[in-house]
T-cell receptor, first 117, second 115 residues
Framework: DAGVIQSPRHEVTEMGQEVTLRCKPISGHDYLFWYRQTMMRGLELLIYFNNNVPIDDSGMPEDRFSAKMPNASFSTLKIQPSEPRDSAVYFC???????????????FGAGSRLTVL | GENVEQHPSTLSVQEGDSAVIKCTYSDSASNYFPWYKQELGKRPQLIIDIRSNVGEKKDQRIAVTLNKTAKHFSLHITETQPEDSAVYFCAASRVPPGGYQKVTFGTGTKLQVIP
């Protein structure tokens, strides 16, 4: 498996533009998480899905942010309209549900670095 | 919800010395505590973890301890090397019966190992 795949790796956009970040989780993983990382706030959980269903979106900063998971192999995080304070690295991570033997280890993607001018 | 506090935020040690990073959590139902290492410009990766039924776990130069009563857990790195320089995140996770997995991270510790 190629791991968690995120695109784009880098995005530079102007304030007010729409931004769409994409994520392909590891096949067979039934949890998908979106995190935002900044120097000031560290790793913040934005939203997570279980079996494509959003479970907790309490970390989504405001209505400008939305996330979807139309199927088990794809998720998007959309920001519309974008603002300079949205500049951050956005990580997607996936995991498999806690099993009898294991732990819920998160496998992170390489991240999408967003710069909003 | 769960709240994880991590200290210190930065740590500098001489090569060969030990480093200790401490975390506290608030949700007594948390039952799994992983540690992630993030090198500069890279993604976080799991380095060690511990479950709530274990008090200590060791893997070569790294070890983690857990005090469930006090809701504390710590990462210990012995004989530090320059390649240990990174940001380390603790996390707390719970999967209640019939519930959903949720992982809450601490704010991170930037470790610098001085050659």
């Amino acid at each position: 498996d190629a791991g968690v795949i995120q695109s784009p790796r880098h995005e530079v956009t102007e304030m007010g533009q729409e931004v769409t970040l994409r994520c392909k989780p590891i096949s067979g993983h039934d949890y998908l998480f979106w995190y935002r990382q900044t120097m000031m706030r560290g790793l913040e959980l934005l939203i997570y899905f279980n079996n494509n269903v959003p479970i907790d979106d309490s970390g989504m900063p405001e209505d400008r942010f939305s996330a979807k998971m139309p199927n088990a192999s794809f998720s998007t995080l959309k920001i519309q309209p974008s603002e300079p304070r949205d500049s951050a690295v956005y990580f997607c991570a996936s995991s498999i549900a806690w099993g009898g033997t294991g732990a819920n280890v998160l496998t992170f993607g390489a991240g999408s670095r967003l710069t909003v001018l | 919800g769960e709240n994880v506090e991590q200290h210190p935020s930065t740590l500098s040690v001489q090569e060969g010395d030990s480093a200790v990073i401490k975390c506290t959590y608030s949700d007594s139902a948390s039952n799994y505590f992983p540690w992630y290492k993030q090198e500069l410009g890279k993604r976080p990766q799991l380095i060690i973890d511990i479950r709530s039924n274990v008090g200590e776990k060791k893997d070569q130069r790294i070890a983690v301890t857990l005090n469930k009563t006090a809701k504390h857990f710590s990462l210990h790195i012995t004989e530090t090397q320059p390649e240990d320089s990174a940001v380390y995140f603790c996390a707390a996770s719970r999967v209640p019966p019939g519930g959903y997995q949720k992982v809450t991270f601490g704010t991170g510790t930037k470790l610098q190992v001085i050659p």
